[in-house]
T-cell receptor, first 110, second 114 residues
Framework: GENVEQHPSTLSVQEGDSAVIKCTYSDSASNYFPWYKQELGKRPQLIIDIRSNVGEKKDQRIAVTLNKTAKHFSLHITETQPEDSAVYFCAAISFQKLVFGTGTRLLVSP | SAVISQKPSRDICQRGTSLTIQCQVDSQVTMMFWYRQQPGQSLTLIATANQGSEATYESGFVIDKFPISRPNLTFSTLTVSNLSPEDSSIYLC???????????FGPGTRLTVL
């Protein structure tokens, strides 16, 4: 089955810096890769996703890139703000079920 | 995005009892799932809730411990049976569509077993 690895597990940046979180997947048939943001005590929120027919997708300060050959995808956050502090999860679809990475705790310091 | 509600939001239960969690989704959802998230951990899929038939369980999860119902397209329940302290966790339902694979989560149920 699908296996998703995510790193780093924790990431500390200064406000205004960029943050990059990387994930790899094992199933070459996976074709959908969402990213979720989970604030403390809240539900995971879908913030951006990418499908296998696209190499990059942007939404304001966040972007996701996908390299199908290498089977890895990344989340890029530019101009980070304290409110970006949260745990971020990547995921990959396998037989219509999401397989999640282990999560990255992002801390943005003012 | 889909609107997903879940109740109760939290509960404290005694060992050996059971807790039933309800999940309601809006009409655009066709698929429903149940997850467990232990403190500080990622999300682990328990099962896919199938409308009108038995749920499809992931490895390590069994129907006797986690019976699931989905009597119609927009409603599902998860029961955590014969509770032990190891069952203390957050349980989340999610809804999605097979058309675009997007999944949205309910607010979660925080279960504490004493």
């Amino acid at each position: 089955g699908e296996n998703v690895e995510q790193h780093p597990s924790t990431l500390s940046v200064q406000e205004g810096d960029s943050a990059v979180i990387k994930c790899t997947y094992s199933d070459s048939a996976s074709n959908y890769f969402p990213w979720y943001k989970q604030e403390l005590g809240k539900r995971p929120q879908l913030i951006i996703d990418i499908r296998s027919n696209v190499g990059e997708k942007k939404d304001q300060r966040i972007a996701v890139t996908l390299n199908k050959t290498a089977k890895h995808f990344s989340l890029h956050i530019t101009e980070t703000q304290p409110e970006d502090s949260a745990v971020y999860f990547c995921a990959a679809i396998s037989f219509q079920k999401l397989v999640f990475g282990t999560g990255t705790r992002l801390l943005v310091s003012p | 995005s889909a609107v997903i509600s879940q109740k109760p939001s939290r509960d404290i239960c005694q060992r050996g009892t059971s807790l039933t969690i309800q999940c309601q989704v809006d009409s655009q959802v066709t698929m429903m799932f149940w997850y467990r998230q232990q403190p500080g951990q990622s999300l682990t899929l328990i099962a896919t809730a199938n409308q009108g038939s038995e749920a499809t369980y992931e490895s390590g999860f069994v129907i006797d411990k986690f019976p699931i119902s989905r009597p119609n397209l927009t409603f599902s329940t998860l029961t955590v049976s014969n509770l032990s302290p190891e069952d203390s966790s957050i349980y989340l339902c999610s809804g999605g569509t097979a058309r675009n694979n997007e999944q949205f989560f309910g607010p979660g149920t925080r279960l504490t077993v004493l």
